[in-house]
Nanobody
Framework: VQLVESGGGSVQAGGSLRLSCVRS????????VGWFRQRAGEEREGVAA????????YYADSVKGRFTISQDNAKNTVFLQMNSLKPEDTGMYYC?????????????????WGQGTQVTVS
């Protein structure tokens, strides 16, 4: 599986961005997909995750109610809609894909990663 993110950029606090991640390769509807971020000087953390088929979603407490993970499976694309952005949301955002059957915000659920897209909130 290959993952290519886009949609990062600079935005003022309170603004919105939508990140996109195009997946290629074999995809199972039971696969887990997610978004991670890494802030300067910190470890990478999971912010949102879901099964490819949809349904159950997982969000970090810090983004609940502001971020939404969604998918367009016809286009093999995963989105992260980010609203009410805060300066502390600044970081590199990575798309991740995992195998079937289990999903969550931990990195152990994922085996493929994109190159990342930078989000800066001022």
């Amino acid at each position: 599986v290959q993952l290519v993110e886009s949609g990062g950029g600079s935005v003022q606090a309170g603004g919105s961005l939508r990140l996109s991640c195009v997946r290629s390769g074999y995809i199972d509807e039971r696969d887990c997909v997610g978004w991670f971020r890494q802030r300067a000087g910190e470890e990478r953390e999971g912010v949102a995750a879901s099964y490819t088929s949809g349904g159950v979603t997982y969000y970090a407490d810090s983004v609940k109610g502001r971020f939404t993970i969604s998918q367009d499976n016809a286009k093999n694309t995963v989105f992260l809609q980010m609203n009410s952005l805060k300066p502390e949301d600044t970081g590199m955002y990575y798309c991740a894909a995992g195998g079937p059957g289990s999903c969550g915000l931990g990195s152990l659920f994922f085996h493929a990663w994109g190159q990342g897209t930078q989000v800066t909130v001022s």
